[in-house]
T-cell receptor
Framework: GESVGLHLPTLSVQEGDNSIINCAYS??????FIWYKQESGKGPQFIID?????DKRQGQRVTVLLNKTVKHLSLQIAATQPGDSAVYFC?????????????FGTGTLLAVQP | DTGVSQDPRHKITKRGQNVTFRCDPI?????LYWYRQTLGQGPEFLTY????????KSRLLSDRFSAERPKGSFSTLEIQRTEQGDSAMYLC???????????????FGEGSRLTVL
């Protein structure tokens, strides 16, 4: 079936380094993608989104890259901090779709070592 | 706090009992979603409401599950005759969808964790 998945279930980085979390999607109808951060015991928190008419979008310390050719999405976190430790999910949905229903990937655990 | 709130945060019940979760969305949001999340997995869509109308239900939502949003504000999710496989985090999210506009950001609550013994 159509799904969103992640290449790396766990990523360990040193504080101050840059982190890259990857995601593959398979639903060609999806044209809106979102990264969520989920800390232990909390609900997912919106980080950044991107529509398929863009290939790059930057936020504060975060950048999302979208490669539609290979259906790949990545989240880059600059100068990773201990507070960035969490599980990161990519999610997809059709922009303008009737439902707003998000399809989430499995998640990547980011562990920041001090 | 004007975010999405869910109650209770934790519920432990015995198999066969009924449980009900409540979600209070962000006040001006017209869409409300229920998701289920098991350990190590991403949230899975269960159902959503546009105002008081329940517009879509996932195949995951068996007939033991029922959700309501009677006045287009808060919502309840009831699980009847709970089974151990129902143990999960039940997440509520809300969004504001304006006519002619695309997907709006979903704001999630902290979730209600259900443990069925």
């Amino acid at each position: 079936g159509e799904s969103v998945g992640l290449h790396l279930p766990t990523l360990s980085v040193q504080e101050g380094d840059n982190s890259i979390i990857n995601c593959a999607y398979s639903n060609s109808a999806s044209d809106y993608f979102i990264w969520y951060k989920q800390e232990s015991g909390k609900g997912p928190q919106f980080i950044i989104d991107i529509r398929s008419n863009m290939d790059k979008r930057q936020g504060q310390r975060v950048t999302v890259l979208l490669n539609k050719t290979v259906k790949h999405l990545s989240l880059q976190i600059a100068a990773t901090q201990p507070g960035d430790s969490a599980v990161y999910f990519c999610a997809e949905t059709p922009w303008g779709g009737a439902t707003n229903k998000l399809i989430f990937g499995t998640g990547t655990l980011l562990a920041v070592q001090p | 706090d004007t975010g999405v709130s869910q109650d209770p945060r934790h519920k432990i019940t015995k198999r066969g009992q009924n449980v009900t979760f409540r979600c209070d969305p962000i006040s001006e949001h017209n869409r409300l979603y229920w998701y289920r999340q098991t350990l190590g997995q991403g949230p899975e869509f269960l159902t959503y409401f546009q105002n008081e109308a329940q517009l879509e239900k996932s195949r995951l939502l068996s007939d033991r599950f029922s959700a309501e949003r009677p006045k287009g504000s808060f919502s309840t999710l009831e699980i009847q005759r709970t089974e151990q496989g129902d143990s999960a985090m039940y997440l509520c999210a809300s969004s504001l969808r304006r006519p002619g506009q695309g997907t709006g950001e979903l704001f999630f609550g902290e979730g209600s964790r259900l443990t069925v013994l």
